[in-house]
């Protein structure tokens, strides 16, 4: 019956009166599509750059690229298998599974955890993409031609010191968010990754060419690649791994709500490693784009999550055409940050549809909503209420969510997702859905989500906390 049902959706026939079978994406380049746009974000553009100019540039690289291969790349099949398995939104698909195969529906909560966690995070995603908004009108008009450090700091300043500008350009991205989940998997998400991922590789490409004739790419190549194994610390690694499960969105349900779209014939372990090789490589050419440019004006590279919004305006602002390829570079974040602001959005709204009636549209715009109000608590840390400090030391409500979701919730839900894969689930059924022969590739894949993916993420989730 289930069968029949796929079959009809597949035809296209399946908004008729029946409660209509999960949707599909209409091929293997959709789906990859999609995941890369949820994978590529302010993660690679804005967040990866920073991080590995404060981690000391080759050295954070390749400890990067090890936690990738390692933990990223199992924990990603995981995600995509149970998703695909379950085929239901993130939470019912963990109780069922849990059900199934552990013997208790409780295993739901990881849903729930990873479902709460991705609103919050489209609260704040949602708030920083609004300063990538704001700021192409403001390099269209050449704002920052010939601007200094100081000048480009203080416009900074001013953005966040303005709450009715952040909230009308967090309102303006959560609208178009909106907009899109609202029109469903193939209509919308689809449609939307259809015409955004090949644009964005077009700007990307774009960047770096301009970064090659006009910055000192020689210079940032090196910064990049140039291996230098004393800078390897332990707080360096915890970095890496963080940012790789961000930058791959683990942890949260996010990937298993894709995977339930997933056409059977799909192979998994392939998919994983063409995500997770397009995410990586769009986080290093990001740093080709960027660094080059810094360097040609002896800026610093270890800036901070200033770099893209400080650092690099001066460097537009004093290069030929650099308002136009600033504009570009800022329409770029945008577009990266749009195609995985809808799988933020997404696994939710799967999630709620599978246990309300209220249908994609209400359950849409009802949960954009609550994110789009709760963003609001980023807006008001950076200007009235900068002095409500949770943590401490100059830690605003924007660093507490931002530190909960990151340090305490994708990490409890990655290790949860890769026990359960490794350990609840039989040995056999991850193996056949995986599609792996019996063999070395399939125990490989067995002791990493057994073994070292729950034991680094702890590891490092431990260290964050306490440390
Ligand atoms: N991967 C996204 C980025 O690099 C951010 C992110 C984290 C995300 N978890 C997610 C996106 C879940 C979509 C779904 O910017």
């Not at 079978?21 to 599509?33: G, V």
Request: aromatic share 10%; charged share 10%; glycine share 12%.
């Amino acid at each position: 019956m289930v069968g029949a049902e796929g079959g009809l959706d597949r035809a296209g026939a399946g908004d008729g009166a029946v409660r209509a079978a999960p949707p599909m994406w209409s091929s293997r380049l959709a789906f990859i599509l999609a995941a890369v746009g949820s994978a590529v974000g302010l993660g690679n553009i804005w967040k990866f750059p920073y991080m590995a100019g404060t981690g000391g540039g080759s050295a954070f690289v390749l400890v990067y690229l090890g936690c990738v291969l390692l933990v990223g790349v199992p924990v990603l099949m995981s995600e995509l298998m149970l998703g695909r398995m379950a085929r239901k939104g993130p939470i019912t698909a963990m109780a069922s599974l849990g059900r199934r195969f552990g013997g208790t529906p409780a295993w739901g909560l990881v849903g729930v955890v990873g479902v709460v966690a991705a609103v919050l995070i489209l609260s704040f995603y949602s708030v920083v993409a609004g300063w990538a908004l704001a700021y192409v009108p403001k390099l269209a008009s050449g704002t920052f031609a010939g601007a200094d450090a100081a000048r480009s700091a203080e416009a900074f300043g001013a953005l966040l010191a303005d709450p009715a500008g952040l909230f009308l350009w967090h309102s303006a991205f959560l609208l178009a968010t909106v907009l899109i989940v609202m029109r469903g998997v193939r209509s919308g998400i689809e449609v939307a990754v259809t015409w955004l991922m090949p644009l964005l590789f077009l700007m990307l490409l774009v960047l770096v060419g301009y970064a090659a004739v006009a910055g000192d790419f020689a210079r940032a190549a090196g910064y990049l690649f140039t291996p230098d194994f004393s800078k390897v610390t332990p707080e360096l690694v915890i970095a890496a791994a963080g940012q790789a499960f961000f930058s791959l969105s683990l942890g949260l349900g996010a990937m298993l709500a894709y995977g339930a779209y997933l056409p059977e014939d799909v192979s998994i372990p392939r998919t994983a490693v063409v995500i997770a090789g397009a995410d990586t490589l769009c986080a290093l050419t990001a740093g080709l784009a960027i660094f080059p440019i810094v360097f040609a004006h002896d800026l610093d590279p270890a800036e901070g999550p200033g770099l893209v919004f400080v650092t690099l305006p001066v460097a537009f602002g004093g290069m030929p055409f650099g308002s136009l390829f600033g504009t570009v570079f800022f329409v770029l974040i945008v577009v990266a940050a749009l195609t995985s602001s809808v799988a933020l959005l997404e696994p939710a709204v799967a999630a709620l549809d599978d246990r309300t009636r209220l249908g994609r549209v209400r359950l849409t715009v009802g949960l954009g909503a609550f994110a789009w109000l709760f963003g609001l608590l980023t807006v008001f840390s950076f200007n009235i209420w900068s002095d409500v400090q949770p943590l401490g030391d100059g830690r605003t409500l924007f660093d507490l969510i931002d530190w909960i979701t990151a340090n305490l919730m994708i990490p409890l839900g990655a290790t949860l997702i890769a026990v359960f894969a490794g350990w609840v689930l039989g040995r056999e059924a991850g193996r056949l859905e995986l599609g792996l022969p019996p063999g070395a590739v399939h125990g490989l894949w067995l002791a990493l989500v057994r073994y070292v993916a729950p034991l680094a993420i702890l590891v490092i989730a431990w260290r964050k906390i306490v440390g």
